[in-house]
């Protein structure tokens, strides 16, 4: 093949399909109004859980594809940034979840006694856990190799990229969709985050309240602890705000109690690009001839389904 895709978005999103879409034989560039370490992604903790993500049959399929992808890049984690690390999920009950879980080696159960923290309840497991800025470059790199051309230019709609792509143009903008699109499904969940020293922690954890705006996790990356976190729908400051930061680092002391006393190291936050009735992924007609492939609204789950969603991205390009 040699046909010309321009893939909109270089997030995570963005640059998983444009690998894929590469890797089977398209020629393709990414137009990208950011840098790869000035995405949303760039932002996230990232442990592999498909957490706020429909729709749920489509999820676990793709979550799945992915979970066997990063499972693999795990071998090399120095350059790939995914590691395979033990932690809790408190407030998790195995039994109801999915049957996707069949499908995760090392899911278990936990009496509550071994649950830390003021939680009852709680499930065991060794999952990826991928450091941001090091999987992005990786995947920078990787497409880059393959021979994706990297582009940085501000979208303003997709008549632009349609007169430039020969074929297919790719929209992975996450929350940009909104008006580019425009998608009115789309929404803002506004995610900070803690960054300390990390005081000796080996194991993530997370007590995450899919109804609530607060959640409580931290994340042992490499020179960090990560600390979270929030949900606050609607929310769109880009700003840390000081008495937010200030709870996280409490409800995590609560878990760990070494957290208090560790040094911060900064602040982050990023909107996750949350989209009401699931993550679209569908093709239409481009004027001219052409499709147009959407691959958006991944929530806060866009690592872990974004293999997944790439290879079913792709497949719609030859469709």
Known sequence: MSDDVIVVGGG????????????????????????????TSAVAGALWWPYRI??????????????????KLAGDAGATGVRIVAGVHADTVLGDLGDWTREV???RQLAAEEVPGPYGTGLAARLPLIDMPVHLAWLRDRSEAAGVVPERRTVTGFAEAARAAEVVVVDCTGLGARELVPDARMRPVRGQLVLVENPGIEEW??????????????FPQPGRLILGGTAQEGDERPDPDPATAAAIVARCARVRPEIAGARVLGHRVGLRPVRSGGVRIAAEPLPGGGRLIHNYGHGGAGVTVAWGCARQAADLAVG
Do not use: K, N
Not at 61 to 68: A, G
């Open 12 to 39: 995570v999103i963005g640059l998983t399909t444009a690998l894929t879409l590469a890797e089977r034989g398209h020629r393709v560039r990414v137009w990208s109004r950011d840098a790869v370490t000035g995405t």
């Open 54 to 71: 429909e729709p749920a049959a489509e999820v676990a399929r793709w979550s799945l594809e992915s979970l066997r992808v990063y499972e």
């Open 105 to 107: 080696s090392g899911l």
């Open 205 to 218: 954890f997370t007590a995450a309240d899919s109804a609530s705006s607060e959640t409580t996790y931290f």
